[in-house]
């Protein structure tokens, strides 16, 4: 059976920093991170490639970070220098992406997601 488990959301003031984990049972070439905030589309965030590459979206480079533990089946997203505008719903996903590692549609198998709330 496939999961994807997030946890690690919450509420957090505008600067602070949060880690957002993904236990998973199924995995393919990619794990991404997304999100949603009221109103707007899903959108990604961050993804990383089996191999370690990573892709980051243009509104997050440089404050979030994704990573994996093989091990532990787990994907990270430790986000830093949270703005209001980060305030979403987060998904973790899993895909064999053909071509752009942070589009919605390459992805096949998502959590249920993880509230993350950043307070001005």
């Known amino acids: 059976q496939v999961r994807l488990v997030e946890s690690g959301g919450g509420s957090v003031q505008a600067g602070g920093s949060l880690t957002l984990s993904c236990a998973y049972t199924?995995?393919?070439?990619?794990m991404g991170w997304f999100r949603q905030a009221p109103g707007k589309e899903r959108e990604g965030v961050a993804a990383?490639?089996?191999?370690?590459?990573?892709y980051y979206a243009d509104s997050v480079k440089g404050r979030f970070t994704i990573s994996r533990d093989n091990a532990k089946r787990t994907v990270y997203l430790q986000m830093n220098s949270l703005k209001p505008e980060d305030t979403a719903m987060y998904y973790c996903?899993?895909?064999?992406?053909?071509?752009?590692?942070?589009?919605?549609?390459?992805?096949?198998?998502w959590g249920q997601g993880t509230q993350v709330t950043v307070s001005s």
């Open positions: 996903a899993a895909g064999r992406v053909n071509f752009s590692p942070l589009a919605v549609a390459e992805y096949n198998f």
């Open positions: 199924y995995s393919n070439n990619y």
């Open positions: 990383r490639h089996t191999g370690g590459t990573t």
